[in-house]
Every structure is written in C-alpha cells, then in structure tokens.
C-alpha cells in the first residue's frame, strides 16, 4: 500500500527565516505523481505544485522550491524568506491510480506557523 | 466559474440521524471524489466516480453511500450518523479526460469543505 509520511507535525519560525518541510513517501509503483497542497486558516486546499516520478528536477516558483528525491523517496519543501502569510498547514500527497480516477493519498500534514 | 461547491458548509446532527452532503462542479471534470479530514490524519478517501454512472469505495467507505447525480453532481450520504463521523468533508474533481492516459497527471480541484458535527 501506498503511504506518505509527514513527520513534522508543527513548525513555527520567525519570519523571513527559510523553512523546509518534509516528505518521505513509500509505493510500489515506477510511475505516480507527487503533489503538495496548502490549507490556510480559512479552510481550502490550495494546489502548489505536482511532480512526476521521472522527473527529479528541483522546481522553483518564487520563494517556493521543492526537492525531489527518489533514492530518499522523499519530496520536501522549502519556503525561502518565509511571510506570515505562509502560515497554514501544508500536505504531500501521492497519487494511486485506480479504477481509471486517481486516487490521492496525503501525508499526516505540517501545520506551518510564522511569526512576525 | 465556481469551480467544487459543496453545500452545507456546516450541519450539527445527532447519533442516528441521516444527511447528505451535496457537492457540485462547473468545470466539465469527468472524476470526483468525498474525502474526510480529521485532526492528526490528514484526508483520507472515502468514496470516488472515475466517470458519470460508476463509484468505488475509497479507504474508509463504512458507514458513507454515494450517488453520481449527473457528471456534475456527486453527493455523499450518511444514513445513520455517528460521533465518529465528525470532520471536515471535501468533495473534489478530476478532469480526466479520455486524452489523459495516465489518470495521475490530472490536478484535483477541491470544494471549500462542509464541517459536520456529530452528537
């Protein structure tokens, strides 16, 4: 079965500090997607970014870069010159494919706090 | 476009009452999915529709039936609620279009969630 693990329940950091959040992952497929999603105080998932597993290129997007790593089977987070607007749980997820849909399945979440 | 809406955004029940919680997309996305959120466990699947007409039970479908109204409807029904059953439940979608080979490519849009309280 397919699993991710988010080992850091909480971080709180001091803003403008850099900060990475963690993601091991275990599956048994050669071919799935990664994806981080981000859950503000108001509620929504946000997508961030989705990654294929033939694809370890390091992604940027602004202060936002992900590392992906397949002989660690791990896929972290770094938020560079963290804002207080960064504040909010975020969670990896793995895609199973299934029965033709694709089924998601997310990691235990990082609740991000950023203070001023 | 409204993207998933989900209705109610909140509902108070007691052990044993029954409810369904509507979900809907305006984006033409052939997949959906109800997933529940509970402190500490991250979301976890409760049912999905690969396409209009068909459904399958996720990793915690016990105690949850689903109907796929339509290819923009996807509604989940607690028969007889219990305490267990309170969480945040988010319904999302899929395009997943006859183009997409591998149904992992797709992104999944999700609703705003419905907050369900189970006395």
Redesign the interface.
């Known amino acids: 079965a397919q699993k991710?693990t988010?080992a850091q329940?909480e971080i709180s950091v001091v803003e403008k500090e850099d900060v990475t959040l963690d993601c091991v992952y275990e599956t048994r497929d050669t071919?799935?997607?990664l994806?981080w999603?981000k859950q503000p105080p108001s509620?929504?998932?946000v997508?961030l970014i989705?990654r294929?597993s033939f694809d370890e290129q390091n992604e940027i997007s602004g202060r936002y870069s992900w590392n992906f790593q397949k002989s660690t089977s791990s896929f972290n987070f770094t938020i560079t010159a963290s804002q207080v607007v960064d504040s909010a749980v975020y969670?990896c997820?793995l895609?199973e494919?299934?029965?033709?849909?694709?089924?998601?399945?997310?990691?235990?979440?990082t609740r991000l706090t950023i203070n001023p | 476009n409204a993207g998933v809406t989900q209705t109610p955004k909140f509902q108070v029940l007691k052990t044993g009452q029954s409810m369904t919680l509507q979900c809907a997309q305006d984006m033409n996305h052939n997949s959906m999915y109800w997933y529940r959120q509970d402190p500490g466990m991250g979301l976890r699947l409760i049912y999905y529709s690969a396409s209009e007409g068909t459904t399958d039970k996720g990793e915690v479908p016990n105690g949850y039936n689903v109907s796929r109204l339509n290819k923009r409807e996807f509604s989940l029904r607690l028969e007889s609620a219990a305490p267990s059953q309170t969480s945040v439940y988010f319904c999302a979608s899929t395009l997943l279009s006859a183009l997409a080979l591998i149904p992992s490519t797709d992104t999944q849009y999700f609703g705003p969630g419905t907050r369900l309280t189970v006395l």
């Open positions: 991710v988010q329940t071919t799935y997607y994806f999603y509620g929504e998932l997508f989705r294929n969670f997820a895609s494919d299934g029965q033709g849909a694709q089924k998601l399945v997310f990691g235990q979440g």
